[in-house]
DNA sequence: AAAAGAAATGAAATCGATTACATTTTCATA
DNA sequence: TATGAAAATGTAATCGATTTCATTTCTTTT
């Protein structure tokens, strides 16, 4: 548990020339660099990030903020948020807000008391102004959801176009009767992707009835399930179903099984994501996949950048559609 | 961005005293706290954790090593961890390491470098040597999966007994060709595992037959895939499989429906951990109950404990065999 | 009203680094 | 060898809190 002062003195320097070898950039004679080496290892010593990060004003951590850990939506996002924030020295502090505003307030403490530099928000349920308002003061990024013309800047995807590509499979494959298994409206992903899916319908002259559009809580296996069998009670019964996520949808799925109904013959399903389980269900799942691991570092990399003063812009990236067994049988 | 010296102009007193009222403890006049609170209203002040901590000389930040972000299994652990972690007021740095070395190593060096002050390891690949070193200057539990003997302190489940009572259910349902689909040796829960499938065997006098128990490199779906693809392959195929996690259970079931064998009827199949999919399969999957947010709760809590200087001892908790369709057609 | 004891407050050291500025050393050149 | 510029190194302030110990203020008692 050496500090700087010992290792100065076991190597007959002072600090500053501790620190200059340890930071590397001002030049010490190499003799002199040889001595505090020695020094550094023969005390097993390892500098304290809590003086410099003092020092410094800084943290060097990153807030990320998830409404659920368990949707696998998120995993290869946080991989590439973590990656680049490694390579940059950074580390992320991932929290799980669960939409929970008091949760949500415990994090955004760490940010005002310097714990973490800045955040990354993937909440759709984040309150947009308290972000609001930490953004004057501290840096944030939002990812893939995002609170439009408050700016923030973002990446994602154009969920209103990719859903617009989703329904209009649906219609080629000829279906007629589509029902959207949407989540709650206040969030922005949720607007677009009824915007694209009504795009798609009136492209074809297909009315939009009210019965096929449902809404889900919450984007869990349970909600799509229980979404579906309200699906299957409807008196003229859909042949298709988009839903805005693969846990929807895998729910969905496993409901149509239970009640015997052919997946893609007598129902055709169509999720959104991507997320690994997709490929496992029976059938497997038509779906869009979302850039996911390089929306994350995109993310990382905007907030770094902002983090030092620079000008950053929003970004949109692309998607693309999965076609599998659940919509070609 | 006011600091404490500032409060304490503002409010006419000490910095001494604002850093009273600020923690409470010590008995400030409550005329003088008035005038401090008032202070830091106006100021808008937030106290620096920078500073906080380099004097404490803590980071309140407790690490979490987990292999892999994506398996659903370590969900509810690490809820329990920050659920335990923020009652205590620390926050917790999720590291995945990806089983790879060079990782571990950049989040070893945070507990090193103070930036963390212990940590909670879940990483069966977890390089032990390094981690029995670390031990000796850091705090450090192991959760769910441990190296024995070299006095860390652990929670976990009795992983023979529950893989002896998952095999048992197989052999009391009919069962007497049963194959196991272990995950690499060189983990002890896979050790453990094997030993419980051996002595279940041994008890109803089955033979323990070789080309019946495989190996994956990795817990995936694709690697349960795989595994199902040489059991299926085998001369004189086993009518039951216990695999050691659900993902591993659940690609298994995949690869059986494509190949139209149907679960439990011509071949049935058992997992481990319930994690949440495990409930979505058709059919859905018997599987070994482990009680993870207790897990992760307790986890944190002797961490906590740990970095008080209290002794800690280790913890064996319950499990639970839960028996669904893959079994009980 | 004075003295003693308790309560409140303040001054200054401290945690462990970085860095601006000052000083010393080195070395080429005249 | 003396000189001056460049290179290396050191001194001390600083980041923002906590806390020990000293001092001041307030109560209580006689």
Redesign the interface.
């Known amino acids: 548990?050496a500090n700087i002062q010992q290792v100065a003195k076991q190597a007959g320097v002072s600090v500053a020339t501790v620190s200059r070898v340890l930071n590397g950039q001002n030049k010490v004679a190499s003799r002199t660099k040889q001595k505090v080496e020695n020094a550094i290892k023969e005390l097993n010593y390892?500098?304290?990030?809590?003086?410099r990060?003092?020092r410094n004003?800084e943290?060097r951590?990153m807030l990320i903020l998830i409404p659920a850990?368990?949707n696998?939506f998120y995993?290869e996002i946080?991989?590439g948020i973590?990656n680049m924030a490694?390579s940059q020295n950074y580390?992320?502090?991932?929290c799980?807000t669960d939409s929970r505003p008091e949760?949500e307030d415990?994090?955004f403490?760490?940010v005002?008391?310097?714990?973490a530099d800045g955040i990354i928000s993937m909440d759709p349920a984040v309150n947009i102004e308290t972000l609001k308002e930490l953004a004057e003061?501290y840096a944030i990024i939002q990812c893939s959801e995002y609170g439009g013309g408050i700016g923030i800047p973002y990446v994602t995807i154009d969920s209103e176009e990719a859903s617009y590509r989703a329904v209009k499979h649906l219609i080629q494959i000829g279906h007629r009767k589509i029902a959207l298994m949407n989540s709650d409206e206040k969030f922005s992903y949720a607007r677009e992707r009824k915007a694209g899916y009504e795009r798609a319908l009136a492209e074809y002259g297909l009315p939009v009835i009210d019965d096929y559009i449902l809404y889900t809580q919450q984007l869990g296996?349970e909600y799509g399930q229980q979404a579906m069998k309200k699906i299957l009670a409807l008196p003229d019964r859909p042949t298709a179903v988009f839903a805005v996520s693969d846990l929807l949808a895998?729910?969905a799925l496993?409901e149509l099984?239970a009640a015997g109904i052919h997946v893609p013959n007598d129902m055709a399903v169509v999720g959104f994501d991507k997320i690994?389980?997709s490929?496992?269900?029976?059938p497997t799942l038509t779906t869009i996949a979302q850039p996911m691991y390089k929306m994350g570092a995109i993310a990382a990399r905007m907030l770094i950048d902002l983090l030092r003063g620079e000008q950053v812009d929003s970004v949109v990236l692309e998607h693309e559609l999965i076609i599998r067994e659940s919509t070609s049988g």
Do not use: A
Not at 46 to 51: D, F, I, T, V
Not at 91 to 94: F, N, V
Not at 279 to 282: A, D, G, Q, R
């Open positions: 548990m390892e500098p304290s990030m809590l003086g990060n003092l004003s943290s951590i850990i368990s696998p995993f946080i991989k973590e490694l580390s992320i502090l991932l799980e949760k415990i994090y403490d760490l005002r008391k310097k714990m003061k296996f895998i729910g496993k099984n690994d389980f490929n496992m269900t029976n």
